[in-house]
């Protein structure tokens, strides 16, 4: 379990396109980018293990950007590779209606499928956003987890 | 507070143990309700229902289950989601008891 804990690490980060460019280089005092999601690797919970005796798959992500956005709205798929193309399996969106303070997360702890067996399966997450930041509405593209290794998790 | 390597706090750690317990607990005690809320779904193509402070509505669009989740305050977080829709009679009945208890267990984030 260890080595699925640590296969959580943070994977993907994404840079806002154009107009936050733009930010961003008016701004050259922020060495960081301006606005950024995160994504982690699939991976199964070791408590609700323990607590249930079931196992499933998860992937988490976050957006959080240094400006004030709002509206902001993250989404969350769970991917399973295969051959010939990977399949869609579950999506999860968190609406945040209000205003986010700069370097506020707007998390997606949500996305999760229990195990239907233990075929081994790799499982990648995908995350995608979109805020109203600056006045304008602001898309950031899909950031997908840094790896996508095999666990004994099949549906 | 403490932020795991997988990005969610101690506390939040604990609101996912007890929130995907929770999916495992209804999908087991709710499975009768949730077959009787599925044939509706399946036949009618929508179904709502209030979940605590959530009005959640289900709906058949094309080849996917999707649900929408929405507080009774506009400023609050709303959630929603999607599922495809396998082949069988069968696995549409079980995606969708995962997808109800999913939805009624709460959110996490």
Same mark, same amino acid.
């Given at each position: 379990m260890q080595t699925l804990k640590i296969s959580t690490i943070v994977s993907g980060i994404f840079l806002f396109t154009t107009t936050f460019l733009g930010i961003q280089i008016a701004n050259p005092?922020? @060495?960081?980018? @301006?606005c950024r999601i995160e994504v982690s690797n699939a991976h199964i919970s070791k408590d609700v293990w323990i607590k249930t005796g079931k196992r499933a798959v998860k992937v988490d992500a976050f957006s959080t950007c240094h400006l004030p956005q709002s509206k902001v709205t993250l989404t969350v798929e769970l991917w399973k590779a295969g051959l010939p193309l990977d399949h869609f399996v579950f999506k999860t969106i968190t609406r945040s209606p209000g205003v986010t303070s700069p370097r506020v997360r707007v998390e997606n702890f949500d996305t999760y499928v229990f195990c239907k067996n233990n075929k081994p399966t790799s499982w990648y997450g995908v995350a995608y956003s979109k805020a109203f930041i600056g006045g304008k509405w602001q898309f950031a593209r899909h950031v997908l987890s840094e790896k996508s290794v095999p666990i004994k998790c099949g549906t | 507070m403490a932020v795991n390597r997988n990005f969610l706090t101690t506390d939040q750690e604990v609101r996912e143990s007890d929130v995907i317990a929770e999916c495992n607990r209804l999908m087991r005690d709710e499975r009768s309700r949730y077959e009787s809320q599925a044939a509706i779904l399946l036949e009618k193509g929508s179904f709502s229902r209030q979940n605590g402070n959530y009005l959640i509505r289900y709906k058949v669009m094309d080849n996917r289950f999707a649900w929408q989740a929405n507080p009774p305050s506009a400023m609050e977080n709303s959630y929603s989601g999607e599922a495809p829709i396998p082949d069988s009679d069968d696995e549409k009945i079980e995606q969708l008891i995962e997808l109800f208890a999913h939805t009624e267990a709460g959110f996490i984030s």
């Open positions: 005092a922020s @060495p960081k980018l @301006p | -």
